[in-house]
């Protein structure tokens, strides 16, 4: 899908993935013990800017000293929960802080994320939040490239987007879905997506006995047919960013419901929302309510393009600096 004229290189043949354990464990020691390595060899140029766009494994190697390049960090998530709370979590936190030491900038993609690195971080380095940015017109199209007709029309239905990690909680709400379902509140709940925790929460399904009702869709290349013709779109995490699947659903003016995260801030003048207490028992409260009083829900349509426009602008002052 990239513009022929953008150049990839690729520090390894496959997907992370796609590796086993000990490999994994492999590549994060050399790009944490050999970066300056790794950045000579992949990185030759002298470019002007540098930018990580993404927590991990780049951020480090592109943390290399090369006075002769602006280097800009972007960060997407809430640094004070990724890593957890344990010694592993403490050394990753002296580790990051002087990574991020040798950036010029930093970028996020939220003011929540902004606090909390500030809350977890002492750094003296020019910050700035831009909010992601979506092409509205091609969510709406590829929206309507297929029809969806696994939902069931007397019941509701709700379905999720989201990497089968910790973060997105999807066990927690599968365990919601199961009480629920235990007392009657009739409902379906689908996941599009894969991830590492595939096989656990599969077990987990068929253990409750709900594979009827809680269905894993796996990855989609399209995903935005199953958003549009949904009765509720819901992203119930642990933490998050600001995800784009947020804002691709409220590109389809669904109704939208997340748990309290930084989540609050793609959907903050947005009507259409509930937000529930980040907990099981919130969860589920929330979701009780919701299918016990559910109605044919008409959702207000926003087509305001201001936040793109300015969001494209501040991008592009960033690479003209």
């Not at 513009?3 to 354990?21: A, D, G, P, Q, T």
């Not at 696994?150 to 919601?176: G, H, S, Y």
């Not at 509720?232 to 995490?237: A, K, T």
């Not at 529930?276 to 979701?287: A, T, V």
Request: glycine content about 4%; some cysteine.
């Amino acid at each position: 899908m990239l513009n022929k004229n953008i150049k990839i290189k690729s520090l390894y043949s496959k997907s992370y993935n796609e590796y086993n354990k000990i490999q994994k464990l492999l590549i994060s020691l050399r790009i944490l013990f050999f970066k300056n390595n790794i950045y000579k060899k992949y990185i030759k140029n002298n470019y002007n800017k540098e930018i990580a766009f993404l927590e991990g494994p780049i951020t480090t190697i592109f943390s290399s000293k090369n006075k002769n390049v602006k280097k800009i960090a972007w960060i997407h998530n809430d640094i004070s929960l990724v890593f957890g709370n344990n010694i592993k979590s403490k050394i990753k936190k002296i580790i990051n802080k002087k990574i991020y030491e040798k950036y010029q900038k930093l970028i996020f993609v939220s003011n929540h994320n902004l606090e909390k690195f500030n809350e977890f971080y002492n750094i003296n380095i020019e910050k700035q939040v831009i909010h992601n940015y979506l092409n509205t017109e091609n969510v709406l199209n590829k929206s309507k490239e297929f029809t969806v007709d696994l939902f069931e029309k007397n019941t509701i239905n709700f379905v999720t987007v989201a990497r089968l990690v910790e973060q997105k909680a999807i066990d927690r709400l599968i365990c919601v879905h199961y009480k629920l379902i235990s007392e009657g509140y009739k409902h379906k709940l689908y996941v599009v997506g894969s991830g590492p925790l595939k096989f656990k929460l599969e077990e987990l399904i068929n253990k409750l006995n709900i594979s009827n009702t809680f269905i894993l869709l796996g990855q989609k290349e399209n995903p935005y047919p199953y958003i549009l013709n949904s009765d509720y779109f819901c992203l119930l995490s642990y933490y998050e960013g600001l995800p784009m699947v947020l804002l691709e659903a409220k590109s389809l003016n669904k109704f939208i419901l997340i748990t309290d995260t930084a989540s609050k801030e793609a959907v903050e003048n947005y009507k259409n929302k509930k937000i529930f207490e980040n907990s099981e028992n919130g969860i589920y409260n929330g979701l009780k309510e919701i299918i016990k009083n559910n109605k044919n829900i008409k959702c207000d349509i926003n087509t305001s393009n201001n936040e793109n426009i300015e969001i494209i602008n501040k991008i592009i002052n960033i690479l003209g600096e």
